[in-house]
């Protein structure tokens, strides 16, 4: 089932309520019945197949596989039916509920690949749109999991982002630097949603009005349609970094220059041609981060 950009949502996301760090303590209980939702989906669309496939009926071959993992006659009180599995799934704590996320989906996938095979490609279509919107549902409510290849997987650094993505846009709240912080927070909602592509190119957009501003306030002359390569000469020949430290940044100055804008340049920054690009997820995180801890850089130094 789609999902939907709903008032409370946009609200939220207006009024900066949403999560700006992943945790990784707790599933929230809104996360869990959502969860339970594109389960009852999913299972309504491949019941009858996956009985045919399987060889037995799938709620038991998920029940019965974790109660016995867990050395239990049965996860809860109930039967073993899919109730039973659900029930668990929403009271249970947090690594037996990634346990059952985890494995009910690697088993609908695997139907779904036997679907595959079969030449049956809505179903496999079907399962495929119920891994994605888990996905977003982990990223929705800030849970640092993602569901990757059969596997539950933790996502980013806690750290990193918590002293760089957080603390950039704490900083960035100071009414001068509004444009950056619009732009740096669509970079991060961009990444949170898994455009890629668009994150990088957010990220150069929010770094080069960082050093625009920094320029504007300096009053320091540049071409409003100067590059992120170019304002980092401008800011660094205008000794936005202490002389006697300058020899000591020239590895600095080398990835500023380098990082960020080139990045954006060979992946983000121009037409996609006939040719869709892939934009892989570690690479996004790496340009958000750098982005990230550059602008907290720059703007703690034009305040000396």
Known sequence: MALFDIYSKCKKRS????PDVYQYVELPEQFRVQVVHILLDTFQNIESLAHSILGENLYKIIHDTLAREYGKFRLNSENEDLKSILDFLLESELDQALDTIEFSFRLVEHVASECHKQRRMMMTSAVGDAVFELNERFNEHGIGYQYEAGKIVRRDSEFLHKETVRETLYLLQDRRFAGAQTEFQDAHQKYRHQQYEDAISGSCKALESTLKIICKLKRWPFDEKDTATKLIDIVFNRGLIPKYLQSEFNSLASVLKSGVPTVR????????????????????????????????????????
């Open 15 to 18: 009024e900066g309520k949403t």
């Open 265 to 304: 340049n060979r992946e983000g920054g121009h037409g996609r041609g006939d040719r869709p690009r892939n934009v892989p997820a570690y690479l996004a995180a790496y340009v958000l981060h750098l982005t990230a801890s550059t602008i907290l850089f720059l703007v703690e130094a034009s305040r000396n």
